[in-house]
Every structure is written in structure tokens, then in C-alpha cells.
């Protein structure tokens, strides 16, 4: 008895401080320092000043920030380090329900401060995600964490810490960050990662850490960003306790090796217990600032008013590209921009894709279910922890975009029956030869392609016994990555399951599965000089065919379709540093951007003309290339853009890929004009791309690159360096997608 009760006594002792441990790390605001963060990934990068209200960013290179490292002294914070904290006021366990009430309100979610066992060891994990993913990997290490038993996992998002976090108090960090583009920070992390890249940031010696940076090695600058905050912990003083993971794309395996690696090298590690902490602590007090209100993102969107809805394209057949033009008030949001953000638009599905899933799962609607943690915060609050079926599939779910989780779902709920010819024929779009998936598509013949019969045969002979679904899940499964995104990539959710359909998994089990409906990013297409509290985004509607079936974007139409003038739509400002007019207006401006890639442009124009109207400096001379298919049919803006180049204040180069007997795309044009180019180039011009990345800008950056040579006459290689100082003088940017 008397064990237990120290036990007990123990457990108090801690609880309280470790409560208010909590809560004053999710309140922690240290002074702000800025540096830039781009200058930390690209050495030797020179830091544009920011248009507007946005903040400058003076900039820094990474040899500056390691030789810092070695002669700076820690700056002077608020909060207390760790062991100071858990010293203050050993005794008081009956402040803990306050404290845990405290760290609940800062969260806005936690009804409750989890109290560790004084055996346990404190862990950090860090994340910085765009899209969702690092906070899916986070969590799962956080999971595993506590699941061993060891440790006490603390889960903390860069967003949530903008102007820093107290590093040098913590024993043990793991991070998982993403990479946002061809190389910058998530747009919410960037503050985040400014602050780590600066003087303020602490000196770590004794800190344990370990980074997994996520990418995509379709990018020049894969995982960039886990690479940099990599660097920037061991340049402050931190050791590695598992080697770096790089993770491209969504590479589970990768990222399962890395958490056990972690997990393995922390086990390793003499790290201290909270009881070891509660008796070493100084009894240095805890200063606590007040929590910062949130700010309008992802997260908690801000309800726009839609005010118009234009189309721009000329349509007379179904095959004429769709391109509209839309209108946001902003109200009394206080959200700004910058020519060169972005507008994130939070959709919801396609009613006929909801109800098609619901049918194919044979589930009720009106069914209640809970809502689902990543859900944004909504214009009303809701009522309880649960939404109707119909809702969260509309509003949270991905339902184009199924995860390997499912395979291995349906394959361990699968029922075996042998598949009919019928059941194996093209339909389903899939065969395994030889231990690779292929995705078959209908020839015009009739015919599928990749030389396999539309029931599956094998270099031409009829098995005797078709596969079960159970057979054919476990090949899928076996046949790798590439096959596996090769199955999924013309399917939509319900059209796994049709495929699988003697599959009988809970509903609970498939909400597991299934991604996140993520935000769609359009480049803003006006400046706030023509209305402040105004937002124009310009979107091309997505249609297409897979397996035979008409497929539909899923914001396009949501903006195209389902909205109208007066309604509400959840948006929020995404950031671009990256994507800026020169500082000076006297500077030429080079602009490339076919198609909707034309949209930041006619910003940039607006907010020149607009600034010059106001009684601003002398401009540049403005060159811009745009594509399109035909100047009667998808010629966005084309009245607009005639008219500025008839009053001077615009080169116009067209391209009308189809308008003549032969292909002229915007890189041509450029070829065309490369005097003009290297002219401008010479003269101290910035260039921009903005567009396609899987063709078009490579295409331009090949131009470009020739333009140089011939005018340099020093070679390809003298070319490339050219091209690399301009980039590392911000006169190179690109706002490219696939």
C-alpha cells in the first residue's frame, strides 16, 4: 500500500508541472527575428524585398548561418527551459486540473492534459506539412512512440510556433517536413523555418534529433526542406541519432524504416525520465505569454462571398477547353495579398461521386459518423464530435485519390469466389503479367492495349481457372509501387471497390483508409490596388476519360458548376515569396505563361499600371508570352491584353498551338525573340514561368538556355551558371505544377 501510494504522490508531483510544461510551450512566443529561409536552401541567394505589407526578410546564405552558430550566444527568451519547469513548484499536483484547463484552451481541443509516468521519457515531434502528409506520418510516429511504452510523445505542428520554440530545452526531436514547389517550406511553416534559419534560433548541444524530409524527386530541389532544417539542427549543435530520411512522394516503406530507425537509435539514447528531471530542475519560474488568435489558413478558412462568375472561353464543341474567371469578396476578413500568392479554395465533392461511393459501400447517408480531425473549422460551430455520412464524404474525404491501405483492407475482408470472364474483362482495366500490374485501355479496334485480351490472357492461352480477387489482390499488392499507383492511377475509390466487390470491409474501416480532401491552390489573378477587399482567381474546368467513363475535376467544377453568385466559399491566402515583381519598377519584367498560367501575370500588370496611375516610378518594359490553343476560342483576357500592348505598356508574344497547319507553342516564340530576351537579361530584367511543369517548363528553360549560349558564345555550361546566378538573384522564378 504504502508503494502504491508513492506511486501516487509521485505521479502528482509531476503532474502539475508538466501541465503547465504543456501549456506554456503551446503559448511560447519568443521576440522575433526574421531571416530568410530561401537563402538557407539556395547558398548564396539574395533576398528580393516583398510589395506591400509583407514583411522583408533580410537575406542571409548558409555558410553565414553556420559560422553565426559558432559565435552567437543564446538569445534571451520568455519561456524557461524544460528542467527549469518541472522544478517550479514541485508540490502543488492539486494546480493540475487548472493548468490541464489552461493547455485546453490554448489548444482549442484537448479536453485534457495526459499526465506521463514518471518512468517516461519526453520526446518532441516536430512537423511542417502542406498538404497533410507530414502530419500523417507524425501521428503515426507518435503512436508508436507511446506504444513502446518508453516514451511521452508531445505532437507539434512549425505552424503553430511562427516566431519560434525553445529547441534547447527539449532532449530528443524528431521532425517530418515537407517540401512545398521546387523547393521552399509549407506555406504555414515558412515563418517557422525563417526562424529556425536566424540568430534567434538556440544553440541545441545535447540535443538528439532526426529529420524524415519528404519531397518529390519530380522537382529540381527534392526534399529541400527537410535537407535545410537537417543542416540548420546540426549547424546549432544537435546529433543525429538515426540518419536523414529522404521520402519522395508517398513511400511508406521509406517512412516506416525511418520511424522504426528513430524509434531504435531513441531506445539507444541515455535519455532522462520525467522523474530524472524532476530532480535535477533549477527553479527558474515559467513566464507565459498570451496564445496569439489564430490566423485565417487551411485550417480555419474564412467564408468569401462569391460576387462573379465569368466565363472566358469561346465554347462550340465538348472537346473546347473551359476557362472561367472568379470573384471573391473578402469582407471583413483583414486577409491581404501580394501579386504572386496564391488563393487556397476548400471544395467539396461532386454530389454524383458522393452517391455513387455511398451505393457502393451500401451505406446510409444520414448515417452519423465522426468528424474526422484534419476537418477545417466551419463558418458555425458544430454541434457534438459527429456529422451525417453524407457530409463528411462531401466535405472531408478524397474520394478520387485511393491508398495502398486499402488493398490491404479489402484483401484481409475479401471472400473468395472465382471471377467470371465477365468479371475479368476490361472493365476492370487490370491484369498481372509476368508479376507487373498494367493498366489497359481500349483501342479504337476494340483491342486493349499492352497486348493483353480483355479477360486477362497471358502471351496469348486462356488459363484454365480464372484468379479469385483474393488471388489477384495479393499480385497487385506484390507487384510494387509502381505498379500499384499504375492500377489506382485512372480509379476512383468506388472504383476499387466494384473491383473487389466480394470484399466486405466495415464502413469505419474504409473511412480509415481514405485520404483527406485537400485544398486546390490558384494563382490570384488581380492586385488589391482595383479593389482592396477583392480576390480574382482564374480556373480552367478539368474534364476527361478513364476506363471509359467521363471524369470531372473536383474544384474546377465545384467553382465552375455548383456555386453561384451569393454564395459562401471557404478560402484562405497561400503565400508565395518566391513569386515577386522586382522591388525596383524600373526593372524589366520577362513573363512566360500559357493558359491559366497567364493568371499571376495579368496581377503583376494590374499592380504596375495601377501603381503608376498613383503617381509611382517610371516602369520597366513588360514582355509577355502567352499560349493557347486558338485566339477565337481560349485567348483569356485577350481584349485586355491587345489593349495594353496598343497603349505600350506590354510586348505581346502569341502562341496559337493550333491555329496553323504546324504546333507553335510560347518556347517558340522565345526562340524567336532572343535578342530581345538577352537584351532585357543584360539589363537587369526578372523572368517568370508560370505553368505546366511536366512539359511546358522545361521547354522554356531549354529556350532559355539556348538563347543564352548563343548570345554568351562560352558554351552550355557557361549558359547553366548563367541561369543558376539568376536564380540564386531571385531574377529566375517559376510557379510550376504537374
Known amino acids: 500500500m504504502a508503494e502504491r501510494m508513492n506511486s501516487w504522490l509521485r505521479a502528482g508531483l509531476i503532474g502539475a508541472p508538466v501541465a503547465w510544461y504543456v501549456c506554456s510551450r503551446l503559448c511560447y512566443r519568443p521576440p522575433p527575428k526574421e531571416t530568410s529561409f530561401d537563402a538557407f536552401l539556395r547558398p548564396g541567394a539574395k533576398t528580393a524585398k516583398p510589395q506591400g505589407k509583407e514583411k522583408q526578410r533580410p537575406a542571409a546564405n548558409f555558410s553565414a548561418f553556420l559560422k553565426r552558430s559558432e559565435q552567437e550566444q543564446t538569445p534571451v527568451r520568455q519561456a524557461a527551459s524544460f528542467s527549469s519547469f518541472l522544478r517550479k513548484q514541485p508540490n502543488q499536483a492539486q494546480a493540475q486540473p487548472a493548468a490541464a484547463a489552461a493547455a485546453a484552451d490554448a489548444d482549442g481541443r484537448a479536453a485534457a492534459v495526459a499526465v506521463p509516468a514518471p518512468e517516461q521519457k519526453p520526446v518532441a515531434v516536430l512537423y511542417g506539412t502542406e498538404y497533410g502528409f507530414s502530419k500523417e506520418i507524425a501521428e503515426k510516429l507518435v503512436g508508436r512512440l507511446k506504444e513502446s511504452g518508453e516514451f511521452w510523445p508531445r505532437l507539434l505542428d512549425m505552424a503553430d510556433h511562427p516566431e519560434g520554440y525553445p529547441l ?36 541545441v548541444a545535447g540535443l538528439s534529433f532526426s529529420v524524415c524530409a519528404l519531397g518529390d524527386t519530380s522537382y529540381t530541389h527534392f526534399s529541400a526542406c527537410g535537407k535545410a532544417v537537417d543542416a540548420r539542427l546540426e549547424a546549432l549543435g544537435g546529433a543525429r541519432c538515426a540518419p536523414r530520411a529522404d521520402i519522395n512522394r508517398e513511400d511508406w516503406k521509406a517512412v516506416d524504416a525511418w520511424i522504426e530507425a528513430a524509434i531504435a537509435s531513441l531506445l539507444q539514447l541515455p535519455l532522462k525520465t520525467f522523474g530524472q528531471f524532476l530532480g535535477s530542475a533549477s527553479s527558474t519560474m515559467v513566464q507565459q505569454s498570451a496564445p496569439k488568435q489564430k490566423r485565417w489558413g487551411k485550417q480555419r478558412p474564412y467564408y468569401g462571398t462569391v460576387v462573379a462568375i465569368e466565363g472566358l472561353c469561346n465554347i462550340t464543341s465538348a472537346e473546347d477547353k473551359d476557362t472561367i474567371r472568379v470573384e471573391v469578396d473578402l469582407g471583413d476578413s483583414a486577409l491581404t495579398y501580394i501579386p504572386g500568392d496564391a488563393l487556397g ?41 459527429t456529422m451525417l455520412l453524407h457530409e463528411a464524404l462531401s466535405k472531408c474525404y478524397d474520394l478520387r485519390s485511393p491508398k495502398p491501405e486499402l488493398l490491404q483492407l479489402l484483401l484481409s475482408t475479401v471472400k473468395s469466389p472465382a471471377l467470371t470472364k465477365e468479371q475479368r474483362s476490361h472493365e476492370n482495366g487490370y491484369a498481372i503479367t509476368n508479376g507487373k500490374a498494367h493498366v489497359e485501355e481500349e483501342l479504337p479496334n476494340g483491342k486493349l ?47 476499387v471497390l466494384q473491383d473487389f466487390s466480394s470484399a466486405k ?103 504596375r499600371l495601377l501603381s503608376r496611375a498613383d503617381g509611382g516610378a517610371k516602369l520597366g518594359e513588360a514582355v509577355l508570352y502567352f499560349g493557347c490553343r486558338r485566339s477565337d476560342q481560349d485567348y483569356l483576357y485577350g481584349d485586355l491584353l491587345k489593349d495594353w500592348a496598343a497603349k505600350g505598356d506590354l510586348t505581346l508574344f502569341t502562341a496559337f498551338s493550333r491555329q496553323q497547319a504546324h504546333k507553335v507553342y510560347v518556347q517558340d516564340r522565345l526562340r524567336e525573340s532572343g535578342d530581345l530576351v538577352w537584351g532585357l537579361l543584360e539589363a537587369g530584367a526578372h523572368f517568370y514561368v508560370c505553368g505546366d511543369a511536366a512539359h511546358m517548363a522545361g521547354a522554356v528553360e531549354e529556350a532559355l538556355l539556348t538563347i543564352i549560349e548563343s548570345s554568351q558564345g562560352k558554351g552550355p555550361d557557361a549558359a547553366r551558371a548563367y541561369l543558376a546566378q539568376l536564380t540564386a538573384q531571385q531574377r529566375y522564378q517559376r510557379d510550376i505544377w504537374y
Open 168 to 203: 534547447d530545452s527539449e532532449q530528443a526531436l524528431l521532425v517530418v517536413c515537407s517540401t512545398q514547389g521546387d523547393g521552399v517550406p509549407p506555406s504555414e511553416a515558412r515563418e517557422f523555418c525563417d526562424w529556425l534559419a536566424g540568430s534567434a534560433a538556440p544553440k
Open 345 to 385: 479554395i476548400l471544395p467539396t465533392n461532386c454530389p454524383q461521386v458522393v452517391e455513387e461511393l455511398l451505393h457502393v459501400l451500401g451505406a446510409d447517408g444520414e448515417a452519423q459518423v465522426p468528424v474526422p480531425a484534419w476537418h477545417y473549422e466551419e463558418a458555425e460551430p458544430r454541434n457534438g464530435a
Open 449 to 495: 492495349a499492352n497486348g493483353h485480351a480483355a479477360n486477362g490472357l497471358q502471351n496469348g492461352h486462356a488459363p484454365e481457372v480464372l484468379q479469385s480477387q483474393e488471388e489477384r489482390l495479393r499480385e497487385l499488392i506484390a507487384s510494387g509501387e509502381s505498379s500499384i499507383e499504375a492500377y489506382f492511377e485512372p480509379r476512383h475509390v468506388a472504383d
Open 505 to 607: 470491409p466495415a464502413l469505419t474501416q474504409v473511412l480509415a483508409t481514405l485520404r483527406p480532401l485537400l485544398p486546390r491552390l490558384y494563382s490570384i489573378s488581380s492586385s488589391m490596388l482595383e479593389a482592396e477587399r477583392r480576390v480574382q482567381v482564374t480556373v480552367a474546368t478539368v474534364r476527361y476519360q478513364s476506363l471509359g467513363r467521363a471524369r470531372i475535376g473536383v474544384t474546377s467544377t465545384y467553382l465552375a458548376e455548383r456555386l453561384k453568385v451569393g454564395d459562401k466559399v471557404p478560402v484562405y491566402i497561400h503565400k508565395n515569396p518566391d513569386f515577386r515583381l522586382p522591388t525596383d519598377p524600373a526593372r524589366p519584367i520577362i513573363m512566360v505563361g500559357p493558359g491559366t498560367g497567364l493568371a499571376p501575370f495579368r496581377a503583376f500588370m494590374q499592380e
